[in-house]
């Protein structure tokens, strides 16, 4: 049988990588077999592109030429850890995916929803079974994010403004895709939060035995 592909997506300092982690260790300590990964990156080619995109100056790329290395990377990511492991039944656990290219780049950066959109239906049409969006606002997130200095601040540098864009963005995601896309209010208890995503989780995997 097929694993289930589930993403984290959020603003940049929504808590994501804390609650991928808590995730994680719900799913290995089930026992089931999984995998955890990545964008940009998840695979050895896409990592390098990805030092190309979250490190420099904002105006590094035009948001064009930032999509279509997202996509070279997501190409890259998709045919060399994704797709194997969804076929050999795993969990794949994946933080960000295409949602993050049809915010980021389709509309807090250009407004060019559209051509993500065909990219995506071009070179990977593949949707996650799973989606949880960290809600939080974005003066909170934008403290964490940058508090980190990892060197990879590249989009935080971006502003609140951006920051706020991109949220809207997220929460319009939630309405057109209610199926998929779980909105979890981030701005709780670290444990509150992983609670409630493995319930979501609990229920989508109960639907699918
Ligand atoms: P990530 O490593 O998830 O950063 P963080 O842990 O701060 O959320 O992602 C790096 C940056 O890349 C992040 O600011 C969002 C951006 N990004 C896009 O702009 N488009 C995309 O398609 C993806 C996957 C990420």
């Not at 590249?154 to 779980?182: N, T």
């Amino acid at each position: 049988m097929r694993g289930l592909f589930i993403t984290f997506e959020g603003i940049d300092g929504s808590g994501k990588t804390t609650q991928i982690n808590h995730f994680e260790k719900y799913i290995a300590d089930s026992g089931i077999d999984y995998i955890k990964t990545r964008e940009p990156g998840g695979s050895k080619g896409a990592e390098e592109i990805r030092s190309l995109l979250v490190k420099g100056k904002t105006s590094r790329w035009s948001p064009e030429t930032e999509i279509l290395l997202f996509f070279a990377s997501r190409r890259d990511h998709m045919e060399k850890t994704i797709t194997p492991a969804l076929e050999a039944g795993k969990i794949v656990i994946c933080d960000r995916f295409t949602d993050s290219s049809r915010i980021y780049q389709g509309l807090a950066r250009s407004g060019a929803v559209s051509k993500v959109d065909e990219l995506h239906k071009m070179m990977i049409g593949l949707e996650p079974d799973l989606t949880f969006i960290l809600d939080i606002e974005p003066r909170l997130a934008l403290k964490r994010g940058l508090a980190r200095m990892s060197g990879e601040d590249r989009f935080e540098d971006f502003g609140e403004e951006f920051q706020k864009k991109a949220r809207k963005g997220f929460l319009k995601l939630s309405k057109e895709f209610p199926i998929r896309c779980k909105l979890i209010n981030a701005d709780r208890e670290p444990s509150k939060i992983s609670k409630d995503i493995i319930n979501q989780y609990k229920n989508l995997a109960q639907a699918k035995i």
